[in-house]
């Protein structure tokens, strides 16, 4: 059996473990999958997609190109896969036990779990977290028809108090 790669374990900046606290404080899950995708567009402009479920939000690239997230960063207990496009070339051995097919049953008691994400905007330091429908890492984010604004102005502020 072959050897899983091994991960960097990745420390965020103060701004970035407070958006990621609040996510999963406002979106809680036991059995999901946390993940992080990072999308540099300019030299200081960033699109950040913060999500949580039970696959993971890319999971048929991710079997398509044998590739795996190249760091981890754990925050309030969850642990958030990071990627960035890098595992494309990188880390990219076969995955294993992602080959198996996901059913997804009738939803029986309402027990299926919704995916979410949130996008969040880095634009020279400022961070800006709205909830768009239809988006997808590393593509350009839809027409801004309904985009949602996410405050965490409450968690930061109780997260100072603490």
């Known amino acids: 059996m072959a050897k899983e790669p091994e991960v960097l374990a990745l420390k965020p900046n103060k701004e970035m473990e407070q958006v ?35 696959v993971s939000f890319t999971q048929d690239e991710n079997v398509h190109y044998n590739q795996q997230s190249l760091g981890r960063i754990t925050i309030s207990g969850k642990e958030f896969k990071v990627f960035s496009g890098a595992e494309h070339y990188f880390n990219n051995e076969r995955i294993l036990n992602e080959h198996k097919e996901v059913v997804f049953d009738s939803f029986p008691n309402n027990k299926h779990i919704i995916p979410i994400a949130w ?44």
């Open 20 to 54: 990621l606290k609040s996510f999963v404080a406002k979106n809680p899950c036991e059995k999901c999958l946390y993940e992080l995708y990072i999308n540099k567009e300019s030299p200081d402009s960033y699109i950040l997609t913060i999500y949580r479920g039970e």
């Open 119 to 162: 996008t969040a905007i880095d634009s020279a330091g400022t961070i800006t977290i709205k909830s768009y429908t239809n988006v997808y890492p590393f593509i350009p984010l839809p027409v801004e028809i309904y985009a949602a604004p996410i405050s965490i102005k409450e968690d930061i502020k109780a997260e100072k108090n603490h």
